[in-house]
């Protein structure tokens, strides 16, 4: 497996823009969590989901955070209208039942909002 | 959330064992203790968890006491590859999130 896929990479965008983050987690996984890291509040856990069902999105800041996951394999983080303090790392992260440990960690979407 | 607390950063030689220590005072009875690494644009990575006594594997050990309120993870003979950030966690296993702190910076110089 190629492990957990996040796209795109980087993304620079102006304030007030819509931005749409996507992830793919391990196939077979049916946890995947997204979080945040900025050097001021370091890595936040924003949502979880179970079996594509959000189980805790008391980690997403405001209304302007969404997150969906349509199926096993997808699943988007989107910020409308995004806001330069929103600038940050982006985690998608993705586990099993029969793992409970180990999360498995994309390279992360770097998310500048200028 | 549960918290926990290690040092803010650490500073080895190459070659040395590094003792990275976490105190987590309020652990709960199904808790596990895990720990992560990260490097600079990456993701974090784990590296081992335990419940108590002692576990290792093929990166660290990790060593748990019997009052399971603090834990420590020992790096042998690191290298400069180790430099990285290392957050100890603790897993509610019935939340399954993990809750991240701050976590040790370990710089390792040659």
């Known amino acids: 497996d190629a492990g957990v896929i996040q796209s795109p990479r980087h993304e620079v965008t102006e304030m007030g823009q819509e931005v749409t983050l996507r992830c793919k987690p391990i196939?077979?996984?049916?946890?995947l969590f997204w979080y945040r890291q900025t050097m001021m509040r370091g890595l936040e856990l924003l949502i979880y989901?179970?079996?594509?069902?959000?189980?805790?999105d008391s980690g997403m800041p405001e209304d302007r955070f969404s997150a969906k996951m349509p199926n096993a394999s997808f699943s988007t983080l989107k910020i409308q209208p995004s806001e330069p303090r929103d600038s940050a790392v982006y985690f998608c992260a993705s586990s099993s039942t029969g793992d409970y440990t180990e999360a498995f960690f994309g390279q992360g979407t770097r998310l500048t909002v200028v | 959330l549960a918290k926990t607390t290690q040092p803010i950063s650490m500073d080895s030689y190459e070659g040395q064992e590094v003792n990275i220590t976490c105190s987590h005072n309020n652990i709960a009875t199904n808790d596990y203790i895990t720990w992560y690494q990260q490097f600079p644009s990456q993701g974090p990575r784990f590296i081992i968890q335990?419940?108590?006594t002692k576990v290792t594997n093929e990166v660290a050990s990790l060593f748990i006491p019997a009052d399971r309120k603090s834990s420590t993870l020992s790096l042998p003979r690191v290298s400069l590859s180790d430099t990285a950030v290392y957050y100890c966690?603790?897993?509610?296993?019935?939340?399954?999130?993990?809750?991240f702190g701050s976590g040790t910076r370990l710089q390792v110089q040659p």
């Open positions: 335990g419940y108590k």
């Open positions: 196939s077979g996984h049916d946890y």
């Open positions: 966690l603790r897993l509610d296993t019935g939340r399954r999130a993990l809750t």
């Open positions: 989901f179970n079996n594509n069902v959000p189980i805790d």
